[in-house]
């Protein structure tokens, strides 16, 4: 069992900015997938939406198409830390927002929750207007 710890989360008004932070074990942080997805108030939780995903071996990034523009994901190796940093938000990003975690590289199916055997606990993001 990977343990993913996230936090950062928080209100915020719109076209404010947070960033989000996904701590993982040491022994596992080497070349793996990482990422986020969400779950907005009321979704099931087999409709969450990936937001964005990081290979650790090589960075290779991958984004929904609404975070494209306004999100960044990155790697932080030191601390075995993937941050999500969450700019130009809007009300419709206010949700759960979940780390996730898988063995190896992230590939085609990197934007299905199915392809990730590990999840942290949910951080939540509160965007007013």
């Known amino acids: 069992q990977v343990q993913l710890v996230e936090s950062g989360g928080g209100s915020v008004q719109a076209g404010g900015s947070l960033t989000l932070s996904c701590r993982a074990p040491?022994?596992?942080?080497?070349?793996?997938?990482m990422g986020w997805f969400r779950q907005t108030y009321g979704e099931k939780r087999e409709d969450r939406e990936a937001?964005?995903?990081?290979?650790?071996?090589?960075?290779?990034?991958d984004y929904a198409n609404f975070a494209k523009g306004r999100f960044t994901i990155d790697q932080h190796s030191a601390n075995n830390t993937v941050t999500l940093q969450m700019d130009s938000l809007k009300p419709d990003d206010t949700a759960t927002y979940y780390c996730?975690?898988?063995?190896?590289?992230?590939?085609?199916?990197?934007?299905?929750?199915?392809?990730?055997?590990?999840w942290g606990r949910g951080t939540q993001v509160a965007v007013s207007s």
């Open positions: 937001v964005a995903t990081i290979y650790t071996g090589t960075g290779i990034k």
């Open positions: 996730v975690a898988d063995w190896g590289h992230c590939g085609s199916n990197w934007w299905y929750q199915g392809s990730y055997a590990f």
């Open positions: 040491g022994n596992f942080f080497g070349s793996h997938c």
